[in-house]
């Protein structure tokens, strides 16, 4: 287990080193070149960001050999905080619609009882006002 481990850490350690050029070196996804010292190094993956005892973070190259580590970490960051503040933006925004939409049926639901409500009524205080042959009015009238 740990052996084996160990050649292929030392073997794309060996790898990594064999690179003279930026280009050649970042072909290989597992190795990053540093500036200042002009070699190629195996990237440590336990790392999350290579330590400075390895490389200055603005010297390092990882993926392209035009940007520095430090401005792909900056990137990332302000990259992900965009998505993280849009998705919020957005989760809030939905709630609101919600709740707008469910206040909006719920008025519209009450007037439409309300009016129900008021017609039943009219129609029953209606009933026995009109007489054969008589208008509705003819029972205020004076007789």
């Not at 500036?35 to 603005?58: D, G, H, K, M, R």
Request: aromatic share 12%; with cysteine; hydrophobic share 40%.
């Amino acid at each position: 287990g740990a052996s084996i481990l160990s050649f292929i850490s030392a073997s794309c350690f060996s790898a990594c080193s064999a690179f003279t050029s930026c280009d050649d070196c970042l072909q290989y996804t597992r190795c990053f070149w540093c500036f200042s010292t002009n070699n190629c190094t195996y990237y440590p993956v336990s790392w999350l960001i290579p330590p400075s005892s390895l490389c200055p973070l603005s010297q390092a190259r990882w993926g392209m050999c035009w940007i520095n580590f430090e401005a792909l970490v900056i990137t990332l960051g302000v990259v992900a905080g965009i998505i993280v503040l849009a998705v919020t933006i957005c989760c809030c925004y939905c709630c609101c619609c919600c709740m707008r939409r469910r206040s909006r049926w719920a008025s519209s639901e009450r007037i439409r009882i309300h009016v129900s409500i008021s017609v039943s009524v009219f129609s029953v205080s209606c009933v026995g006002l009109k007489r054969d042959g008589d208008h509705l009015y003819s029972r205020f009238e004076n007789e």
